[in-house]
């Protein structure tokens, strides 16, 4: 298992609007006196989505076994199509099933309900019609009261933006959302669902693939961590791989060296990147070593090579949201043709790990983050209070509460001054001359 002493007392520390247009077709106060509660899981995937969904379901379950559970299938794509699970005494029974799994079981898509030409065009919605106001009608019909978006910050704040235009028709709509991202970049959440688990899981896959080292002289390995706002993300999946590295046994004499697996360089979005600084840098590592190992964030540089893709008169496709499609972009492989000519590469791979991390099951530590969150947030929906369940960086004590939606914000970049991450830079960087 790999190892991180630094941040795992830090998790456990952390443990102790766009408007709606149009109006309603009735204005329909949900009937009864228990709620019925909706679960809806969006965006992509984070080790923390199943978990989430069964620590909800168990905690209403002792709260109140009468109260009704349903989960849309696929997201807001479910909520516009009106499709639903209905959670029955079994799945109460055994909901515990869905906290060790990862992905999510009810499934995701990536919808934004003010991009009405998307929708249509995913036949998610019918010609002349909004997908807010769908989506709002199909909430009243189904007679949901709390609403539940497991989710990145466009995801919690669509459901805001619900719930306000409902309550100016008379409905009644809670909603409480869970971060989830791995890229650990919601402001102001100290530390987002599944985002430990994710640098883990970086870590344990690099670990595999740095062996590739040894299949080539002068091999150049690019490690592209996932995630546009990933510069936390990366630097912990470094961390974590070097604190795993450092405890395992080496033998010198026979060529198994701890500075040919390390790693030599971490780019992330928040520093500049001085590609010849770094070139003549690496040159000297590759030269001594044999081989480079690099880690970079997939959103490290995306500005600079959208810029010259354009200017180069290629087009750059965009998702629902408007983001630049990071596959297109390609930053991992930009970087690493750079670099591979200035190294004298023999050979270069671009591995990505993010497939890989998202999709893991939720470590210990997430466990216990995700299990609390879901506490208060069955906490905060039944006092109905709203807002997106994480310990409040604005808060003197990081306080676990319901953080308001108009707080709610996504892209918050990682503090390069923490100490552990200029402590490390400072360890990589430095000369390393090998006995042979």
Known sequence: MVRSTQFSILL?????????????????????????????????LAPCLSSAIGFLIEEYTLYDPQIE???????????????????GPEERKLASILTYHGGSSIGNSRVKLTNIKDCLQRGLVKEGEDPQKVAAEQLVKDGVSVLHTIGGDDTNTAAADLAAFLKRNNYELTVVGLPKTIDNDVYPIRLSLGAWTAAQQGALYFRNIVNEHSANPRMLIVHEVMGRHCGWLTAATAKCYRDDLKAQRMLPGCGLHFERLDVHGIYIPELSIDIAAESKRLKQVMDRLGNVNIFISEGAGVDDIIKQMEEAGQEVPRDAFGHPKLDAVNPGKYFADKFAKELGA???????????????????????????????????AMLGQGGVIGHDEETPNLELRACEFNRIAGGKPFNVDEGWFKSMLTDIRKKVDLKQ
């Open 12 to 44: 456990l520390l952390l443990l102790s609007a766009t408007s709606v247009c149009g109006s309603l077709s009735s204005n329909i106060v949900p009937s009864g006196e228990e709620p019925l509660v909706a679960i809806l899981t969006a965006g992509g």
């Open 69 to 87: 559970i349903i989960c849309y299938i696929d997201g807001y794509k479910g909520l516009l199509k009106g499709e639903y699970l209905v959670v």
């Open 346 to 380: 023999e050979k270069t791979m671009v591995q990505k790990s993010g497939y890989f991390a998202r999709s893991a099951a939720p470590n210990d530590q997430d466990l216990a983050l995700i299990k609390d969150c879901a506490l208060k947030a069955v906490e905060c």
